[in-house]
Structures are given as structure tokens and as C-alpha cells.
């Protein structure tokens, strides 16, 4: 899953900007709870039940991992491409064989970029109760990911420039741990990314420590 | 105002048989026995005048570094300077080595001596402080609360100072957080205690001292490592490896010094030895290989014996309070305390052999320890208790986990899919390596790899009767491995994240791995993990752990 999401996250990474907070940040926590607590009813944030269904990304991230995607894998692609080419024209003799691999980079970038975020974003999903942060994730390895909100340290709320051209942030939440340390909520909604923050943080702050 | 003297941290005074009296410590500071007490609110019984204690002020303990400090600054630069140095001083100009050496060596000192005499520390206010430099001041404060662990060190060169290196840990995943470099050993001790001691330093009202009840002060001695321990941990480690490591170094210090043409002639010396061997048959040379190679493990045995009675030379695990102290070392002496509540994970580390004689190494993790590297584990740090009788063990683990339930650990079994899974897996290899071979080589000798299938399936299995785990109440217990069995326990507050990871090949078996995040896990081999387990315990138990762990308050 981490392989993934930073695929995702750091083309964007390059001029990370922290969003800054859309509340007043002189704001005392319950305050902002309170004044967001019925948008937060609007959304819908699970609670008490373990058993709730997962909640989907932003339709609009498929967008957005293809825009990066090509944009990451466009530059393999093209590169691989004219290194096979030159290597044939300076090898006739394997020259048939780029009939092969041309077809075969390009169907496998193709499948990369425009159909890998699509089942990806199938795959992604995440729910909240009002102790637990679930995630799921990945194709090939899929990973779920439960962490205590008392855990959590801090919460980093992130929009790249692509992301906000989608209208669409990312959640980064970290946990004192080691080797699963933080944990990504990609292609949130960016108004949902502030309600679930402030409400992962007006949960988890009584405990974290 | 007076405090029983904890025993030395050298074990000195509790364990008289245990350390060699050396002339060097007689040199030192005196040593503080056992009942001796000191007197912190009159001064002038300090050994130390500069430190003092103010009774009506919130100042607890004020100090500075030991003159020492020069003589060490000094000695670390030449050692510093010394490998590029000396080939200058051979082939190059002799007169602006020498400018070059005392220039460096004199910014050295330099830089010491403003250290020596701007370097301050205190503990006010539950904190501990430390101030220095001139141009740039830093002060810096570190709660006592958050200290994870406070160690002591004392090389040979120490020793002839009677002085040592503290350094105090916290949780910032930088390591240390301050290095006091060097004390005294009496000034050490009583910053050690003072540390320790927070909770009665912050109960002072107007006088604050370090008195403390007698519960606190009173040590008492968990485990204690004898010669006999220290060669059966040699013998039964698996720093074998390491004394393979250590012997390669140690060739490629002799290759530097050996003429070059000094390989070609011992290759032709042995091409021709073994060419006369196998002259007189396959017996001889099977013989002669085998006695080298028995002969190479004999001297990696011996390495690895040596390497263990230094390092744990003298290993006492005690108890007073909340802390635990660890003291060992045969050259440098290491003390170190933490607090036991700052445990976050225990590991019963079991190899092979060490599992045939019942034997078990305890490490344990702090969230200090996230950026450790592997120079700490060549100072014996991540174990707690390098090697123990595994009864003994059992009764053990109550005192550092004051909750632990009582009762027998019954393990329950993951899927029994686990044998398919590794054998699947290990057959990949297989069968990447023989198809490598045969692609290498189109002969039927390149099918080998192939007969190691057999075997894939035995360890398999081998490794599904060593899997299991136990969820209690507020404690996870995990264990896997064969070749080295380690266990994991971990208290269900400290868990950070729960993660479960299927890989395709346990997709489709339906198993899902269960891993327990928590914080420090460097020196406990990944931190606790179960894998093979069926998907829907998995998911019941991941989601049971988590709420669990969420309901409860975590201590760092």
C-alpha cells in the first residue's frame, strides 16, 4: 500500500504546500468540534459500529492517479521506448523484436496509467468509529490498517498543486510507531479532509500524549 | 535531606566478587559503599565542590563537567587524526604535518576547554538542564518525565580518570538527548538517582531533597550472570556470524601490512599442497578440508565465547523502584536504568541450541531507541538479560510487567494452510534458482536446487508448530520462528497501529499476517507479528486489539 501511495502522493510532493487550516487557528478545540459538527453529520462518518461499510475515496482521485501516473510511468514509457529503438537501429538483427515490445511497454504503461488507478481506487477504503480508524488498501498486497485515535500523534492535511486543481487533499496521520508510523488517507474531498481531521483529532485528543 | 547511597552502578559495592578492583579505580574517585550516605544538603560533603544543593530553591542537583574532559577531548582527536595522518607523515612534507596535527588538535582542545567551562547542567523543577557554548547558548530542557533511559559508561581510559560518560535518552527518536561527557563517578551516580527519582523530587514542597523512602532505594537484584552463563552464551550464540565478521576485519588489517606478491605465492603454495593431497586420494583431501573447516569453527567459537565474557563480563540486572538497571562490561563498564513502565516490547529470543538447554535472551524495546543503529547492539543495549534459564525467565517477566496476568501461556495455533504457504514460497525460490541454473547450465546437474523441496516442506512444518499467539486481557503474546524462536510480548496499551497484510499467495488461502506496531522496535527483531492466521480471526482479533488499545492510556 505504501509503495502506492506515495506513487500518488510525491509527484505532487515537489511543492508541498500544508493546507493551511480553513478554521480560525486561534479557535479552542471543542469550539471547532461544536461549529463543525453538523457538516459533519452531513457526511457520512460512521460511528459506534465496527461493522459500518467502508467509506470510498473521491471518485475524482482516478483522475488524479492517472494525471500522475502518466506524468511518472509517460517518462519511463518514453524513455524505455527510445532506448529499445536506438538499440534496435544499432542492432538490425533484433530489429523484429521491437515489433514485440513497442506493443508490449505500451499496453503495460497503458494498463499502469488509465486502468491501475481505477481498481486501485476500488480497492481503497476507510471507516471511522468512534475509537478505530480503519483503512484498507493495494491489489496485489493488500494491507488493512487499524489505528487507535488515541494514537495519534499528529494528523498532516496535504494538497499538492495537482490535488488542488481536483479539489481533493490527502490525509496523513502519524502514530509514534516505528515501521507503520503513518498512515495515508488519499483523495479526500478537500472540505471532508477538514470534517474527518477535526474529527479524528476532537476524538483522539484526550490520549494522545 | 539524606538518602541512602544506591550501590555503585559498577555493582561495586553489591557485588564485591564480580568486579576486578583495579588499581585504577582505587586511583579514581573513592567508592561509595553500600551503607555510606551522603549528606546532598550540606556541601562541603560533596566530593565535588561546584555542585551544590540550595534547600530552599527548586535547584535538586547542579553540576559541571569533570577537568577530565581535556584529557579526552585530546585523546578522541589523535585518535580521530591518527589513520589520515600517518600516511601524510610518510610521504608527505613532515614540518606541515606537524603544523597541520597541533593546529587541529589545538582547535580541539579549544573547543573543550570552552565546553569544560561553559557546559552546565542542573535539575530544577522536574527538569533536567543543561546549558553551553559562549557566541551560541543553547539550554536546553528535558522533563524527567519523558527521560526513557539513563546510561552510564566507563571505558578503560575512564577508569584512570575515575570518571565517566552519561547520557540521557528520551523519546525524540534522535537518540540521545544529553551527553554529559565526562563526569565524575560520584556526580554521575547522584544525577543517575536524581533522575531516577523523580517522583520524590517532585513531591518536595519548599525543601526540596533527594530523600527517598526506603522503598525506592532498596535494590534488589533480579538476575546476575556468572562466567559459566557468559561462556554458554558464547557458545550458544549465533555470533558466530559476527566472529566471522570480526575475523575478516582483522585479515584485512594483516592484508594492508603483507607484501603484495605475498598472495600469489601462497596461492601457488596451496594450489600445489593440494594438488599433492589429492594425489593420495579423495580420503586425505575430504580430511584435511574437514579439519580446516572444524578448526575455522573452533576459532569462531572462541571469538564468540571472548566476545561474551567482555561485553557481560559481571552482568547484574537489578531492581529498585520503577527502574531497572543493567550493569556489565569487562573493559568498559556500562550502567544503564530505565524505567520499566518505558518497555514497550519484550522479546524471548531462543535459538536452537539454546532451546535444547532451556535457555532464552530477553531484549526489550523503549521508544527512545528508534534510531538505533548497529554499533548500539555491539554495546550490549538491546538485551536486558543477554542470556537466562528459561524457568527463571518465567518469573521474571511479572517484574517488569507489573500487570502481566498470571497463568501458563497456551498458545493457540494459526492455519494450518501455513505449512502450503511457506512451501509455496520457498518452492518459488526453488524453482527460480533451478531454472537459473538450468538456463546457465542445460545439464541435468543444474536441476539441484530441486532436491531442496523436500526439505522446504520440513521446515514448513517445522515453523507452523513454532507459530502461535495469546491475547489476554491487556497483554499479546506472539511467537515464530524456527532456526531461532522469538517471542514477543507486548501490552495491548502500547500498540500504535495494527496492520494485516495479505500477499497474493495468502489471498487465496484465506490467511491473512497480523502485525502490531509499537513504538521502538529496533532491538526486538520487527516487533511482535503473526502470520497464517485465517482471515476472519485475523480481522476479529486486529479489530479487538485496536479498540482495546484505544480504550486504553498509553505510557510512553
Known amino acids: 500500500m505504501t509503495e502506492d501511495t506515495q506513487q500518488y502522493t510525491e509527484p505532487t510532493g515537489g511543492s508541498q504546500t500544508r493546507f493551511e487550516a480553513v478554521e480560525r487557528p486561534g479557535q479552542q478545540l471543542d469550539q471547532r468540534v461544536a461549529s463543525t459538527t453538523p457538516q459533519h453529520n452531513a457526511v457520512p462518518l460512521q460511528s459506534a459500529s465496527a461493522q459500518s461499510e467502508f467509506c470510498a475515496l473521491d471518485p475524482r482521485v482516478i483522475k488524479l492517479w492517472r494525471v500522475t501516473n502518466l506524468i511518472g510511468w509517460g517518462v519511463i514509457l518514453i524513455v524505455s521506448l527510445a532506448g529499445a529503438t536506438i538499440f534496435a537501429l544499432r542492432n538490425p538483427e533484433v530489429m523484429p523484436w521491437i515489433f514485440f515490445t513497442w506493443p508490449a511497454l505500451f499496453g503495460l504503461c497503458g494498463w499502469l496509467i488509465y486502468w491501475r488507478p481505477r481498481r486501485l481506487y476500488r480497492s481503497w477504503g476507510y471507516r471511522v468509529d468512534d475509537r478505530v480508524l480503519e483503512t484498507r488498501s493495494g491489489l496485489l498486497f493488500q494491507v488493512t490498517r487499524l489505528l487507535p485515535l488515541a494514537r495519534v500523534q499528529h494528523v498532516d492535511l496535504q494538497r499538492g498543486p495537482l490535488e488542488r486543481t481536483f479539489g481533493l487533499s490527502s490525509l496523513i496521520l502519524h502514530t509514534a510507531g516505528t515501521h507503520e508510523a503513518t498512515t495515508i488517507i488519499p483523495g479526500l474531498e478537500a472540505g471532508e479532509a477538514v470534517r474527518l481531521r477535526d474529527h479524528l483529532v476532537a476524538v483522539g485528543g484526550d490520549d494522545a500524549v | 535531606m539524606q538518602y541512602e547511597a544506591l550501590p555503585k552502578p559498577h555493582g561495586a559495592s553489591d557485588t564485591p566478587a564480580n568486579i576486578p578492583a583495579t588499581a585504577e579505580d582505587q586511583e579514581g574517585m573513592p567508592r ?3 551503607t555510606e550516605q551522603i549528606i546532598v544538603s550540606s556541601p562541603k560533603q560533596n566530593a565535588d565542590p561546584r555542585s551544590k544543593h540550595r534547600a530552599n530553591g527548586a535547584i535538586i542537583l547542579e553540576g559541571r563537567l569533570h577537568p577530565a574532559t581535556l584529557a579526552f ?5 589523535i585518535r580521530r587524526l591518527i589513520i589520515p595522518v600517518i600516511p601524510l607523515f610518510f610521504f608527505g612534507n613532515r614540518i606541515v604535518t606537524a603544523v597541520l596535527l597541533s593546529l587541529l588538535i589545538g582547535a580541539s582542545v579549544v573547543r573543550a576547554v570552552v565546553r569544560y567551562l561553559t557546559f552546565s547542567y542542573r535539575i530544577e ?6 546549558r553551553q557554548g559562549i557566541l551560541e547558548r543553547t539550554e536546553r530542557h528535558i522533563p524527567l518525565e519523558r527521560v526513557q533511559e539513563i546510561r552510564i559508561e566507563q571505558g578503560v581510559l575512564h577508569r584512570l580518570f575515575g570518571v565517566v560518560d552519561a547520557s540521557v535518552e528520551t523519546a525524540s527518536g534522535q537518540g540521545v538527548e544529553a551527553q554529559l561527557s565526562v563526569l565524575s563517578r560520584r556526580e554521575a551516580e547522584r544525577l543517575r538517582q536524581a533522575v531516577s527519582n523523580k517522583a520524590l523530587v517532585q513531591d518536595a514542597e519548599g ?3 533527594l530523600a527517598a523512602d526506603a522503598s525506592a532505594a532498596e535494590r534488589k537484584r533480579l538476575h546476575r550472570l556468572h562466567l559459566r552463563d557468559l561462556v554458554l552464551a558464547g557458545l550458544t550464540s549465533n555470533h558466530l556470524v559476527s566472529a566471522f565478521v570480526l575475523m575478516g576485519t582483522l585479515w584485512a588489517l594483516v592484508d594492508d601490512i603483507l607484501p603484495r606478491d605475498y598472495y600469489e605465492r601462497t596461492a601457488r603454495a596451496a594450489h600445489d599442497q593440494a594438488s599433492s593431497i589429492l594425489a593420495q586420494g579423495t580420503q586425505t583431501a575430504l580430511i584435511v578440508a574437514g579439519s580446516g573447516l572444524l578448526l575455522l569453527f573452533l576459532v569462531s567459537l572462541l571469538f564468540s565465547v571472548i566476545g561474551s565474557i567482555v561485553l557481560f563480563y559481571g552482568f547484574t540486572l537489578s531492581q529498585s523502584g520503577e527502574n531497572l538497571h543493567r550493569s556489565y562490561g569487562l573493559l568498559t563498564r556500562r550502567v544503564s536504568s530505565l524505567p520499566r513502565r518505558r518497555i514497550q516490547v519484550l522479546e524471548i529470543k531462543e535459538g536452537m541450541l539454546r532451546r535444547l ?16 543503529d548497529q554499533e548500539e547492539k555491539k554495546e550490549g543495549r538491546d538485551v536486558l538479560l543477554p542470556i537466562v534459564p528459561r524457568r527463571e525467565l518465567d518469573a521474571l517477566l511479572p517484574v517488569i510487567f507489573t500487570d502481566l496476568e498470571p497463568g501458563p501461556i497456551v498458545w493457540t495455533r494459526v492455519s494450518k494452510l501455513a505449512v502450503v504457504r511457506d512451501t509455496i514460497q520457498g518452492g518459488l525460490v526453488c524453482m527460480i534458482a533451478t531454472g537459473g541454473m538450468y538456463w546457465y547450465n542445460h545439464d541435468l546437474f543444474g536441476l539441484w536446487p530441486l532436491i531442496l523441496l523436500p526439505l522446504v516442506c520440513g521446515v514448513s512444518v517445522l515453523r507452523y508448530y513454532n507459530l502461535g499467539y495469546m491475547f ?8 515464530r520462528g524456527w532456526l531461532s524462536r522469538s517471542t514477543h510480548i507486548v501490552p495491548v496499551r502500547n500498540a500504535q497501529t495494527v496492520t494485516l497484510r495479505q500477499s497474493p499467495v495468502s489471498r487465496r488461502l484465506g490467511l491473512a499476517t497480523l502485525i502490531v506496531d509499537t513504538a521502538g522496535q529496533s532491538y526486538t527483531g520487527g516487533g511482535p507479528m503473526i502470520s497464517n492466521l485465517p ?13 482495546r488499545a484505544a480504550a486504553m492510556h498509553y505510557q510512553w
Open chain 2, 125 to 130: 523543577a522536574g527538569e533536567l538542564i543543561t
Open chain 2, 207 to 209: 525543601r526540596s531533597n
Open chain 2, 73 to 77: 577531548a585530546i585523546y578522541h582527536s
Open chain 2, 357 to 372: 538447554l532451556h535457555l532464552a535472551a530477553l531484549r526489550a524495546d523503549t521508544a527512545g531507541n528508534a534510531a538505533a
Open chain 2, 535 to 547: 482471515l476472519e480471526e485475523a480481522q476479529s482479533l486486529a479489530s479487538t486489539l485496536a479498540h
Open chain 2, 32 to 34: 561509595v559503599s553500600a
Open chain 2, 472 to 479: 489476554r486481557e491487556r497483554y499479546l503474546y506472539t511467537r
